[in-house]
């Protein structure tokens, strides 16, 4: 038995995730970006993670042959960034403003920012399932001064001090 995109929407809603946009450069070396929350870690040795892109995605042709992309973690002050990056016809290269060592377009204030090569990709279900290797890593020292930008249950969080937490209420 098969249960409804709506319940199956709503359950992983419950997971909370990071928030990043996602990059490449296209045809043209045209940048490219999008927000992602489907993002992990996949192994240390080598160091690789993996995004899941919407095989709908305008974009997709170019992570498909670019062979490479970047990860740009988003702290709570880039709400408005992650926003942009998740509606539909906005500049995909709004943002944007550097390149990485691989040549990867990044957004130089992130908390972190990886830069990777595709080894292996592989569609399942409506996405396109795209393995980095880590080749270059950047983050500034922000220390603990700096907070994540969270996803839950349809919605942006911010971490507060150690006994609240604020829900962001911006459209």
């Known amino acids: 038995m098969t249960i409804s995109n709506d319940v199956f ?24 970006g999008l927000t ?22 305008s974009g997709l042709r ?8 970047g990860v740009n973690i988003l702290s709570k002050d880039q709400e408005a ?9 906005t500049d995909r290269t709004a943002f944007l403003d550097g390149k990485g060592t691989t040549g990867v377009p990044l957004i130089r204030a992130s908390m972190a920012c990886l830069e990777c090569s595709v080894v292996d990709s592989f569609e399942q279900g409506d996405h ?3 393995f980095g290797e880590v080749e270059h890593a950047s ?8 907070e994540p930008l969270l996803y839950f249950v349809g919605e942006y969080w911010k971490l ?4 609240t937490r604020e829900r962001s209420t911006a459209e």
């Not at 929350?37 to 192994?43: I, K, M």
């Not at 983050?139 to 700096?146: A, H, I, K, L, S």
């Not at 507060?160 to 006994?163: E, P, S, V």
């Open 9 to 32: 929407r709503r359950a992983m809603g419950c997971f909370a995730t990071g928030v990043t946009v996602v990059t490449t450069a296209g045809e043209n070396d045209v940048p490219y």
């Open 81 to 89: 960034v992650s926003r942009h990056y998740s509606t539909k016809g």
């Open 139 to 146: 983050f500034p020292d922000f220390g603990r001064e700096v």
């Open 62 to 69: 170019a992570f498909q042959e670019s062979g490479k992309f």
């Open 36 to 57: 992602v929350s489907a993002f992990t870690s996949v192994s240390l040795n080598p160091p690789m993670v993996a995004v899941c892109l919407n095989k709908g995605l």
């Open 160 to 163: 507060g001090d150690k006994n």
């Open 128 to 130: 396109l399932v795209l």
